[in-house]
């Protein structure tokens, strides 16, 4: 890497918390994400996680943020 700004926002340091909730840029792929499931779920809250093996990757991401945030 050239640089340890952040990839998204260029404004703030490129780190876990930061990729995964502070980043505003970030923060609105989260928001759609979010209305993407509901649309296609109508699960608005996901608590830990989907009983699916091929969400294992989203659900540990997603679990990570829900953490962090």
């Known amino acids: 890497m050239e640089s340890d700004v952040c990839t998204f926002c260029n404004e703030q340091i490129e780190t876990l918390p930061h990729l995964l909730v502070e980043c505003e840029v970030v923060k609105l792929i989260w ?8 649309e296609r ?13 091929n969400f294992i990757m989203f659900n540990a991401v997603y679990l990570l943020a829900k953490k962090l945030y």
């Open 41 to 53: 779920t109508y699960v608005r809250e996901i608590i830990i996680g989907f009983q699916d093996e």
């Open 31 to 38: 928001t759609d994400l979010q209305l993407w499931l509901y």
